[in-house]
């Protein structure tokens, strides 16, 4: 399983029409009962954490019964389920979905001035006209993963505050581990995408997101891409990464971190649990904040993994609503899979331990300006520079290993000059 942010982004949903328009009131005047069906992309606990939520819910609520659906392609399947109206009363919403079209398919919640001071992810997350359409499951910080195990042994016990730091702590982990020191999983793709998240986090910027849309040269000398994409050429380029990337496998390397023959991976903090069930001992996996700091001060941008919403056909929305709140205020489901609770009052996970050592302050992006929304990533799919699927990612990679015949500079010219093209035609 991996997370919302982790899943490659689609292009464009491949729907139908508008299966309907939602009221300002998911449940409105409606009694709680009867049965709902819950969507899910949770297959490896569905039938143990989630049967646990179904007996409290079912019990809190008497005449309530929840069933689920755990789906594996979650993306593909759902994206078609929704040519129609059956499509779960409760589900997570599509990466896919624009947020012009969350009214369309999903019930709204509330509106954002109602909801943000009570939770998370609400303010600039699958909302529209100030609507909330869906709340999150969990929430992630951006930094990297690491075998603390394998760094201590080769000398480093903080965490690094630059990319020379970072890149000379990679050297003493190779020279005297072993250990692989930063795995890129590079056939995969998605998780090179994964560096993308740390941006905000390198400015220490909540509108880092809505001014990578307003430039013409991020990969310029000083600016958050180049330094975040600087630092995977120069780790490539080293030698600090596995051998030969086209061979790499995520499932495996979980337990080639955990086991510590990989030392470090660049990915949301979703990851932490996974990397634990992994290891000998909890306690060798830590999280640790990208290698930089701005003023004195680490950074780290958090935000929503998938969002639970209701379909806006459901016949049972009072029951749908209940489930949702439940699930987000009361089963504890965020800090229980090491994530930031979507719930403001609710304390850090103890998997960000190590973050909130290192004195990280976590910051949420701001939203982008109406009619703005989503422009960065627009942009970004227009040049052929999609962001978050890490395919430009693998070129960088290529390059630094000599498989493409391009240095950093014209590589990062070549990226310049392709998005300043791209933004002259949309903004």
């Known amino acids: 399983m991996r997370s919302m942010i982790a899943a490659a982004l689609a292009l464009g949903l491949v729907l139908g029409g508008a299966t309907g328009c939602g009221s300002d009131d998911a449940g409105g005047d409606g009694k709680i009962g009867g049965e709902i069906t819950v969507l899910t992309q949770r297959t490896d606990i569905v039938n143990t954490v989630f049967q646990d939520y179904k007996k409290k819910f079912e019990a809190k609520y008497p005449g309530t019964t929840v069933k689920f659906e755990a789906i594996t392609d979650y993306e593909g399947d759902v994206r078609v389920r929704m040519n129609t109206k059956n499509y779960g009363d409760v589900l997570l919403i599509p990466n896919s979905v624009t947020d012009d079209q969350l009214k369309s398919f999903f019930e709204p919640l509330g509106t954002v001035d109602a909801l943000k001071d009570k939770y998370r992810f609400v303010t600039n997350e699958k909302t529209f006209d100030g609507k909330v359409y869906g709340l999150s499951i969990t929430g992630n910080a951006q930094g990297y993963v690491l075998n603390k195990k394998v760094w201590t042994q080769a000398g480093i016990t903080e965490p690094p505050k630059s990319p020379e730091e970072f890149l000379a702590a990679l050297k003493a982990i190779k020279d005297k581990t072993g250990a692989i020191p930063l795995y890129t ?13 740390v941006r905000g986090a390198v400015s220490g910027d909540p509108d880092a997101v809505t001014k990578l849309a307003e430039d013409d040269a991020p990969w ?12 995977l050429y120069d780790a490539v380029k080293g030698g600090y990464t596995e051998p030969d990337p086209t061979t790499t496998n995520w ?9 510590g023959k990989i030392a470090t991976m660049m990915l949301g903090s979703w990851s932490i649990v996974q990397m634990q069930q992994a290891a000998a001992s909890k306690d060798d996996i830590a999280y640790w904040p990208f290698p930089h700091q701005t003023n004195g001060k680490f950074y780290s941008v958090i935000g929503g993994d998938y969002k639970n919403a209701i379909n806006v056909n459901s016949k049972n929305k009072a029951t749908a609503r209940a489930w949702i709140d439940w699930f987000t205020d009361e089963s504890n489901y ?21 973050l909130t050592a290192a004195k990280t302050e976590l ?15 627009k942009i970004g799919n227009s040049a052929e520079i999609a962001l978050f699927d890490g395919k430009y990612r693998q070129v960088i990679v290529d390059a630094a290993r000599g498989a493409k015949n391009e240095s950093k500079d014209q590589l990062f010219a070549d990226l310049n000059k392709k998005w300043a093209a791209a933004r002259a035609k949309l903004k």
């Open 185 to 197: 999983n590079y056939k995969e793709a998605w998780p090179l995408g994964q560096w993308e998240g």
């Open 363 to 377: 910051i949420e992006l701001n939203p982008a300006p109406k009619g703005k929304e989503g422009l960065a990533d």
């Open 334 to 354: 965020a800090t229980d899979q090491g994530g930031v609770s979507t719930l403001k009052s609710a304390a850090m996970p103890s998997t960000l331990a190590d």
């Open 220 to 231: 310029a000398a000083g600016k958050e891409h180049y330094i975040i994409d600087s630092l």
């Open 251 to 259: 499932e495996q390397s979980k337990g080639l971190l955990g086991t």
